[in-house]
Nanobody
């Protein structure tokens, strides 16, 4: 199982970025998937989950700004991030598991991360 994130970069506050997580080794259709973010020295924060028992769940800090979508034909999870703020600057990680973990769950499969930097 392999997860590869892409799409990160630098953006100004108020802008948008879409991150992608391409998966090989299993079909994502029924897997619980999540986006985490973490900066060096900070705790990991669960940002959004999808198909973890209740559709899409978003952390309070990103509700109304971030959404998730799955493209089962491309086996890819996308993370659409809008109205970005400087505090959204982080390394973003995609993770997956057969179990329906929530935002704080011990997901078994991880990508390498992609950096998003939001300037004011």
């Amino acid at each position: 199982v392999r997860l590869v994130e892409s799409g990160g970069g630098a953006v100004q506050a108020g802008g948008s970025v879409t991150l992608s997580c391409e998966v090989t080794g299993y079909r994502i259709g029924t897997y619980c998937m999540v986006w985490f973010r973490q900066a060096p020295g900070n705790e990991r924060e669960g940002v959004a989950t999808i198909d973890c028992g209740e559709g899409t769940v978003l952390a309070d800090s990103v509700k109304g700004r971030f959404t998730l979508s799955k493209d089962n034909s491309k086996n890819t999870l996308s993370h659409h991030m809008n109205t970005l703020k400087p505090e959204d600057t982080d390394m973003y990680y995609c993770a997956a598991d057969e179990e329906p973990w929530g935002l704080g769950g011990p997901f078994g499969y991880w990508g390498q991360g992609t950096q998003v930097t939001v300037s004011s």
